[in-house]
């Protein structure tokens, strides 16, 4: 279930005043639940208050965990808001850093079959991620449409360049080579960059260019990812009511 604050989930694209005013909040919240996960999500592109999270099958309201193996990834401050459990801590590490570095606010709340193994509960995050930053996007009508970014991170050097074309397409090249960092297995890194990608209709190009230590270079993909992010989603002053693109449409 999705619910936004803008055109987003209508059938049809949102009016050049909605997607171009700078006062519009670009929010949404998302519920994704299967036999293998149970995922929440709030978004704010453009940071500042959340909305209120959806509710659960059972009326409850969602809730993030209060346990302290989630509290590294919460950060509060006049700009954002951010709240992150998905259960593996590495996860979280990245979507808090993708978060802060995009300008997000965000909050996930993830319950996953981890007793099997990492697999379902880092693909669903991200495939849940993409829906709700599609939603609360709204459409592209006004915005920047491509953005790149580059972010070291001491030896380590990262590239990303993002298309907000509603084409999905991925391509990853982290050059990782330990078989997990943390609880996370670093197959799965490149594997929920693809995940998001498919949902948020995005096409990403994401690079290490260099570095010997594979925290800082996953680390220092995401937040050039944030970066070509908040590039792409960016309102560009007098191309209000136009879509960067030769057809007109995207």
């Known amino acids: 279930m999705v619910e936004t604050n803008n055109d987003a989930a209508s059938s049809t694209p949102p009016s050049a005043s909605s997607s171009s005013s700078s006062s519009t909040a670009r929010t949404a919240s998302f519920n ?3 036999n293998e996960t149970s995922i929440q999500i709030s978004l704010s592109i453009d940071g500042g208050p959340l909305p209120q999270p959806t509710t659960t099958n059972d009326d409850q309201p969602v809730t993030s965990s209060s346990s302290s193996t ?4 919460s950060q509060s401050t006049a700009s954002q808001q951010i709240s992150i459990d998905t259960g593996i801590g590495f996860l979280d590490h990245m979507l808090h850093a993708l978060a802060k570095h995009a300008g997000w606010s965000l909050r996930i709340h993830t319950q996953g079959d981890l007793h099997i193994d990492d697999h379902h509960t880092s693909e669903d995050t991200f495939l849940a991620l993409g829906s709700c930053f599609r939603a609360a996007l709204g459409g592209t009508t006004g915005l920047a449409r491509f953005g790149h970014a ?36 670093t197959e799965m890194l490149p594997h929920v960059l693809h995940s998001f990608a498919q949902t948020a209709a995005v096409s990403m190009h994401v690079d290490v260019l260099r570095g010997v230590n594979d925290h800082h270079r996953a680390e220092a993909a995401f937040k050039a990812l944030a970066g070509a992010l908040r590039m792409a989603t960016g309102r560009v002053r007098g ?7 030769t057809k007109g449409v995207l």
Request: hydrophobic share 35%; glycine share 6%; charged share 30%.
């Open 70 to 73: 989630s509290k590294h990834a």
């Open 239 to 245: 191309r209000e009511g136009e879509v960067a693109s």
């Open 150 to 185: 580059y972010a070291p991170l001491d030896e380590a050097l990262a590239r990303a360049v993002v298309d907000l074309s509603n084409r999905p397409f991925c391509v990853t090249e982290l050059g990782l080579t330990r078989e997990k960092i943390g609880d996370l297995s």
């Open 32 to 34: 994704r639940s299967t």
